[in-house]
């Protein structure tokens, strides 16, 4: 459920998709870190609903298309939970996932 997991990463869910900076931000994506590589559903859920929109968004600026925006945030966030056993738990998720976000981009370009 995502209120139980809003609260068990003790983010206020009325505070939508804000990205938290500081510590707390920092403590709060570990603990997500820590448990998508235990395979956590729950925690994969929190991470799209903390970046998915801002990807999106980020990713248009430069697609100009919905619908590649959408594929492209869709492959980054497959792509996160095929790779998240090697996630380093000292990554931080907003750089890693800017990073594969361009990474999809690309290979759109070159696909094109």
Known sequence: MIIFANEYYGINPHLGNTIYLGRAHR???RHLIH?????SHKA????????????????LQFT???????????EVFVKLWSN?????QDETLRSLLLLWLNTVSSMHTVRK
């Open 64 to 74: 100009k298309s919905s619908e590649e925006s959408e594929e492209i945030v869709q």
């Open 35 to 39: 448990d998508l590589k235990q395979g």
């Open 84 to 88: 998240r056993i090697n996630i380093r």
């Open 27 to 29: 403590n709060i994506e």
């Open 44 to 59: 994969f859920d929190k991470i799209y609903q903390m970046y998915s929109k801002r990807l999106y968004a980020y990713s």
